[in-house]
């Protein structure tokens, strides 16, 4: 996850699932019964099968002899970028909308009709910060419709994005007016593959969200998974994803590729987290130390406090999704612009590697969205308006 957690930097692979592509002769051997793989899933937007070998033995076989011609790829297994401390009830303030000013923007937006898939671990379904907030989405670890969060990660992530404001629940989303599409991608026990996080990503953009945020990853380039990131672009799809949280500037993907929005991580006083990754892969930053959300544990929905770069993508997901329901014909290009020119900048002046092109602000990036002169407060606060926005306790007033 992109949460903080004791990860690896070391690759890994699914040890008996490969991606291939669909006209590869060991995807039609095996479409036609003649290898000892089946297919387990198909991705026809970027041309690619899922195969899953009979033992393990054989997978590492076939793997050495189709590597060679670059025509087998592992299915890597993916890991969230957070860091979770125990999960709490909602008793205090969140301090990273005021960071980014997301109050004062919500003068402007809320939000409002900008789906946001949340590629993740699922959502707490009944959370009743969020069950308001979601749209259908899938499950693709069990491949059905339930795409319930019994890992914490994903609830957490959209909590950030886009939980219920003015309901006496918790905590209040950036976005709080978006609606949440929850793709399962990664199982109960909370990791991921990349053969599900690619069906996550066509997925959603198939069913016609603006924004995906990613919050899991892996230290190994993937072809497959780069197709998939370019479809989206190619549908002006925006993905923001998790810088990932080892300290170190090796890519993490998918946010490393160039179509992806790489966050990183800013502490409460704007520097930046000690932990995140960096390097010239990364776009921006966001909060991402001690952020309090929604959460799943024990069967149970709650509150939590967690850390990392899982929770600064979600940030900077629900900044953009103000943007577009103020202007839903923004291109692509266009939102990415106004996320980078409405970023504070942070660190070294100017571009750095730690927060790329500054620290993510939500009132000025929807004041670069709103025609000239539509702002109606004093140094972007709006007149005679009062802002609430500290969570209050679950079931409070």
């Known amino acids: 996850m992109a949460a903080e957690a004791e990860v690896s930097i ?51 076989q ?17 890991l969230p970028s957070a860091e979770m ?14 960071r980014i000013q997301a109050p004062e923007a919500w003068s402007q937006s809320d939000g409002r009709d900008v789906i946001v898939a949340i590629v993740d671990s699922g959502i707490d379904l009944n959370h009743p910060d969020l069950r308001d907030r979601l749209v259908p989405g899938h499950n693709f670890w069990e491949d059905n419709a339930e795409p319930a969060d019994r890992c914490g990660h994903g609830t957490h ?67 497959l998974l780069h197709d998939a990131v370019i479809y989206a672009q190619q549908r002006g799809v925006l993905i923001v994803a998790a810088a990932g949280n080892d300290g170190t500037d090796r890519p993490f993907y998918p946010a490393a590729y160039d179509e992806v929005i790489a966050v990183a991580g800013a502490d ?15 776009d921006i930053a966001a909060p991402a130390v001690e952020i309090i959300s929604s959460f799943w544990a024990d069967g149970q929905s709650t509150y939590a406090i967690m850390t990392g ?6 940030h900077v997901a629900g900044t953009a999704a103000l943007a577009l329901a103020l202007d839903p014909a923004l291109s692509l290009d ?14 070294d002046l100017g571009y750095d590697l730690y927060f790329g092109h500054g620290r993510t602000n939500a009132w000025l990036t929807v004041q670069g ?15 005679g308006q009062e802002f609430v926005y500290l969570p209050a306790l679950m079931g409070g007033q």
């Open 157 to 223: 992530v959209a909590g950030i994005v886009a939980a219920s404001a003015y309901n006496g629940e918790g905590v209040t989303g950036i976005a709080h007016g978006a609606k949440l599409m929850p793709v399962k991608v990664m199982a109960d026990e909370c990791y991921g593959t990349y053969s599900r996080m690619i069906a996550g990503i066509l997925y959603a953009v198939d069913a016609g969200v603006r924004v995906i945020v990613i919050t899991s990853g892996a230290y190994i380039d993937s072809p």
């Open 268 to 282: 409460q006083w704007d520097g930046s987290y000690y932990r995140t990754n960096h390097g010239p892969h990364i």
């Open 309 to 314: 770069t899982s929770m600064a993508a979600p």
């Open 10 to 60: 070391a690759d890994s692979a699914a040890s008996n699932r490969f991606l291939v592509r669909a006209d590869d002769p060991l995807a039609i051997a095996a479409r036609d019964g003649q290898s000892g793989a089946r297919i387990v899933m198909s991705l026809p937007q970027v041309n690619a099968v899922v195969l899953e070998m009979e033992a393990e033995a054989e997978a590492g």
């Open 85 to 98: 401390n125990d999960p709490i009830l909602a008793s205090g303030g969140q301090w990273a909308p005021q």
């Open 369 to 383: 969205v709103l025609p000239e002169g539509a702002s109606n407060g004093v140094d972007g606060v709006p007149s």
């Open 334 to 347: 266009d939102l990415v612009d106004v996320l980078f020119t409405g970023a504070e900048d942070r660190g």
């Open 62 to 78: 076939s793997f050495a002899v189709a590597a060679a011609g670059n025509a087998l790829f592992p299915d890597v297994v993916t």
